[in-house]
């Protein structure tokens, strides 16, 4: 059987489908379909029951008949595609649906059109489920690039944010003004973008959660996203199916009595861009359904091109779960449930022409309408099967508009677009006492880890906060990683706990050996609080899932609608400085690097020095909205105190700050030594030690948050800058010679902090990608940044002679004719 063919071919179906027809006129009406929308036998059947099913519950949502809003639907439908593919080819648009000539077509075609017509049967069968319960569902594509669906079903129903509102109207001159705006590339006078419009999901779509444009997150992250009470339709992509075995979890994780209701529907087309799907050229739906099977799914397949298809399906995925999830609470079943999951079939671009065939991905005319008139022919051959007459429309979009009815809210501002989470009591941090400051030089320092201050700080938080649902991202070794008592507390979330080990349940940490997956997890959980980690040479498997959280909150800030959700915090540790023992895998500080180029004032990347730094990062975090706080983190306990609680709090809310108990005569300083990093702190204060034993004055500084002293690249970045007193303390115009000595490569560093450069007197040290199997002293060493290379480099950028500042076993040493050991690093190491 033809894999689009999912009808089941059967004399009962068809027969039943008939009698239905034969019994009622309402039904009848329906079921004749709208130009290339039709309703199979199989979908009449499961339609005429669902009716069945609510009207025994009493449900009038919206007040709408039933049928007339399914009738209604095939018309806003078709409608939408028919706007979809003018929005693709046309330049001008007419809602008389005549022939459009060669001058009202584009002279450069662009869209994603083949998924977009996919996705309007989908997302307007979205919209019919919510009018019917009176419920309005939160929605979720992971195919953002289908976002010609979701704008154009939305300017036919009212459902428009204001920047949209105030340029689109369904009159032949506001939808011209509406195809044009797609890739139209043009730039205000302020050079931002002048349309709403973007190839992808943005922060002007309606109800807009993620941009979608890296596949395969939407999978991750939907089990995770509504609370307990919401509900989510999460429309999911087959070619992304591909990107992510993460998403084979999702029903590990879901639990009625922490997570709403999910229905994840695959729309499958069976094509990526050049080729088929691998699922395609696997076996098809079949296999598909295999696989789900296997990975405790329950596949429902519908018909993929009929918007009514999908309204059975919200109701019949949620159905299912609420029942799974009851048979669970009454001791019937357990966890994991058997989690429901639409799959709807449907070719490549259905319902114009080159439907499944790879032109169907974005331009499915064999040419250019423009130029070519046989492709002008097919176009409105296709566009004209789509056409709904303005006056029906009108009609049909109506019978969308009454919201009021149930009180209920538009599509635009539901619940999981409007996050609004209270900031939570933070309790008084654990800080621990510091020496004075002139005993910090002259004695041993305590030691603490200050991953213990992260675990301490966040478990304190979640006990005080019990009405957020907290969510941990786990790759693995959370002990390791001195994240001791948030597991005790939260325990792994598991279907069969194992005694003895901290599981549950209902455990809030979410544990697999794939970073994207549990990275997911704590930035779906907008509802919550939120904190992951991980090894941070293996952060950069994450980059790109916290990327588009990055930039869409950004985005949406841009907009005119920061985020509400509270900020979640990343933690990199057991990180390149304290991993040599495990050769240079491990070693890596490419993802702080990424992220410190990402907007500073919402991706804020923190180098916490010691336990009490630590804690008052931990404080900060959950006073902010909108925010991921990159915490590269040491996690051994030999880090010496150093910050007062004073002091650290300050360096959260400033940036950086001067050391003047590490300094030696600040006022004639020669040179700034800056540090940052925890492991770089400690080897800038042993260069300092010796710049005092030889007599040269000279300043320390260390910077917690680097992005903060930044050349500002827009407004936003500069209201986040450090204070201006801050910077000029730090850094000091007489002192032209500056050492910046950094966790990170030195190059990313050097250019961030462009600002602060004085020529050729200022120099960066840090990892030059130099690692094995090593110690921390080693690593710094073999990346030439240990303590004696920082006080060589400082000696150059003086235009002193190392002599000045190093011993001659110690010049032997970096210069490569002496073992190091002895006489820079520790001879019993």
Known sequence: MDEFQIEVRSEEIAERAAQYRAGGESFARWARGYGVIRHSPLTQVRIYRLEQRLAAKGLRGDGADFYELLHALDRIASAAMWLVVHQTYAHNVYLDGRRLAAEDFKPRPEGHTGGSLNMVPAYAGFLAANAIDGFTRAWLMGQGHCVSAIDSLNLIVGNLTPQHAQRYSVTDEGLTRYVRDFYAYRLRADGKQESPLGSHVNAHTAGGLSEGGYLGFAELQY???????????????????????????????????????????????????????????????????????????????????????????VFEIEHRLTRAGAAVRNGTARYPVQLPYGVAVAPKGAGFPGEGTNLAHNLPLMSNPFMDASAADLFNEGAGRLWVAPEELGEASAKFKLHSQSNRPRERDHALANRDVKFPEIPTPPFRAVAEEQR??????????????????????????????????????????????????????????????????????????????????????????????????????????????????????????????????????????????????????????????????????????????????????????????????????????????????????????????????????????????????????????????????????????????????????????????????????????????????????????????????????????????????????????????????????????????????????????????GAVIPANV
């Open 440 to 821: 910090r030089r002259s004695s041993q320092p305590t030691t603490a880890s200050p991953m213990t201050a992260v675990d301490e700080m966040f478990t304190a938080i979640v006990e005080a906060n019990p009405h957020l649902r907290p969510r941990v991202g786990n790759p693995d070794e959370m002990r390791s990683n001195r994240l001791v008592r948030t597991l005790e507390t939260l325990k792994f979330r598991v279907t069969d706990p194992e005694p003895g080990i901290p599981e549950a349940v209902d455990g809030a940490i979410i544990t697999a050996l794939n970073e994207e997956a549990i990275a997911a997890a704590a930035l779906a959980n907008k509802g919550g609080i939120n904190l992951f980690h991980t090894y941070e040479a293996f952060g950069a498997k994450m980059h790109g899932v916290i990327r588009q959280e990055i930039i869409f909150a950004n985005h949406c800030a841009e907009a005119g609608r920061p985020q509400r959700w509270l900020s979640v915090a990343l933690a990199l540790t057991s990180h390149t400085w304290e991993n040599g023992k495990n050769e240079q895998s491990h070693q890596d500080p490419s993802l702080a690097e990424a992220l410190l180029g990402e907007p500073t004032h919402v991706s804020r990347v923190m180098f916490p020095a010691d336990f009490n730094t630590a804690a008052a990062v931990m404080e900060a975090v959950y006073r902010t909205h909108g925010q991921i706080w990159t915490l590269v983190v040491p996690k051994a306990d030999v880090l010496p105190d150093l910050f007062t609680p004073e002091q650290a709090r300050r360096l959260v809310a400033e940036g950086g700050m001067r050391l003047d108990w590490a300094s030696s005569d600040p006022g004639e300083a020669r040179i700034v030594i800056t540090a940052i990093g925890a492991y770089q702190l400690g080897e800038a204060l042993q260069a300092a030690q010796r710049l005092t034993e030889r007599g040269i004055a000279h300043q320390v500084n260390y910077i917690l948050e680097p992005g903060r002293f930044r050349r500002a690249r827009n407004s936003q970045e500069q209201r986040h800058a450090a204070p201006a007193e801050t910077v000029r303390k730090m850094f000091p115009t007489e002192a032209r010679a500056r050492l910046f000595v950094t966790h990170t490569r030195p190059e990313p560093i050097l250019g961030l902090l462009g600002a602060l450069h004085t020529g050729a007197h200022t120099a960066g040290l840090g990892y030059i990608n130099q690692g094995g199997t090593l110690d921390t002293p080693g690593m710094h060493f073999v990346n030439r940044c240990s303590w004696a290379h920082c006080a060589a480099e400082a000696a150059r950028l003086l235009d002193l002679p190392v002599q000045q500042v190093l011993d001659s076993t110690e010049i032997d040493a970096i210069e490569g004719r002496a073992s190091p050991h």
């Open 223 to 313: 089990v995770h996203m509504p609370l307990a009470g919401e509900r989510l339709v999460a429309f999911l992509s087959d070619g992304a199916f591909e990107e992510q075995r993460g998403s084979d979890w999702a029903a590990r994780w879901w639990r009625a009595e922490d997570s709403g209701l999910v229905a994840p529907i695959m729309i499958k087309n069976g094509r990526r861009i050049d080729q088929r799907t691998t699922m395609s050229q696997q076996g098809g739906t079949n296999w598909f359904r295999r696989h789900l099977r296997l990975n405790g799914f329950d596949p429902i397949t519908f018909d993929g091109r009929d918007p009514a298809a999908f309204v059975w399906a």
